[in-house]
């Protein structure tokens, strides 16, 4: 009977050994899940942070390029702008100077008509 009692404790410790084992190994598949699991959402997490940075700068240079193309286009218009109003100015210039030459040239014309009247009013007497 004594051996009986023995052999069942000894049965017994074993069976706590193994549940206890068993506890150990699951608790371990547990935990390694749940760190694979973490592992996961903190790869893909980092994943969107590297994504929306990019994007932010692809947006940053968009954003940059775009106004450095407007300032360019002002600069141009302004250039273009300035261009035509110089050519503007010269031909209005040039206008009045053809209009002064004109005007000088009648001036000139009705001086020498007027002179040779008189010279010929002159010889006349």
Known sequence: MQVKIIERQKQ???????????????????????????????????????????????????IEAMAKAEAEKVRIDGLAK???DRAKGETEAEVIRLKGLAEAEAKEKKSLKHSNSMVRQRSLI
């Open 82 to 84: 300035a261009e035509a």
């Open 12 to 62: 017994i410790e074993l069976e706590e050994k193994e549940i206890q084992r068993r506890e150990r190994q699951y608790d371990s598949e547990v935990k390694k899940k749940a760190d694979a699991d973490r592992y996961a959402v903190e790869q893909s997490a980092a994943a969107e942070k590297a994504k929306r940075l990019a994007e932010a700068d692809a947006k940053k240079y968009s």
